[in-house]
């Protein structure tokens, strides 16, 4: 207004309706990750590694198997999670990990400018791209003699202590404990049994 600016900044504003020109054959890109796993246990530990080479499936995956090109037109984020869940008793050799993927709302864009040095001015562009978020999970265990006796002491420990726990309440609660309980006891008499015992 009266021929002053409110805002510096560069002119002309940026364009929200323009349009943006996409990749042809983005879809046959191809993505390659190697990654391992490292279990670590009180006496050793394992490791897990992906083979060198490409393996399609594994850790070789083709961008159009992923995503719709069409969903990636202003840019989109991808969440790939490895799973590396693993049953050391076949030996790390065996372990497969899982990947999958997911599109994660919103898109991915960033602003590159270029400022010329012979005149007063820049051409700035607006990038769409791919941007993933790559996570790791998984366990891994194997079978042990010590922690299943260990298992095994306290589920019988557990028990008895239950038995005593349920007697007790019943004993409180239950108005014809008494029964319960000449059902569940024998009661004898020492010296008459062995008054017949002599007898025999």
């Given at each position: 207004t009266g021929g002053r600016c409110l805002i510096k900044g560069w002119c002309p504003m940026e364009n929200p309706n323009a349009t943006a020109s996409r990749l042809d054959?983005?879809?046959d890109v191809t993505l390659f990750f190697r990654s391992s796993?490292?279990?670590?246990f009180k006496d050793s530990v394992l490791e897990a590694t992906d083979p060198?080479?490409?393996i399609p499936g594994r850790n070789l995956f083709r961008l159009g198997d992923i995503v719709k090109t069409s969903e990636c037109s202003k840019g989109c984020m991808l969440q790939m999670t490895i799973d590396w869940t693993c049953n050391l008793n076949k030996g790390p050799d065996q372990c497969t990990p899982v990947s999958s993927f997911e599109l994660l709302p919103g898109g991915f864009n960033y602003r590159s400018s270029y400022y010329y040095t012979t005149i007063p001015?820049?051409?700035s562009r607006k990038l769409y791209g791919i941007r993933?978020?790559?996570t790791f999970t998984g366990r891994g265990g194997r079978f042990s003699l010590y922690k299943t006796g260990i298992t095994l002491g306290s589920?019988?420990?557990f028990f008895t202590v239950t038995t005593v726990i349920v007697d007790y309440f019943i004993f409180?609660?239950?108005r014809r404990s008494s029964l319960y309980l000449g059902k569940k006891y024998s009661h004898f008499d020492v010296e008459k049994t062995k008054?017949?015992?002599l007898v025999q």
């Open positions: 054959g983005l879809e796993a490292t279990y670590t060198s080479n490409p001015g820049r051409e993933m978020l790559i589920s019988v420990a409180l609660v239950y008054e017949k015992q």
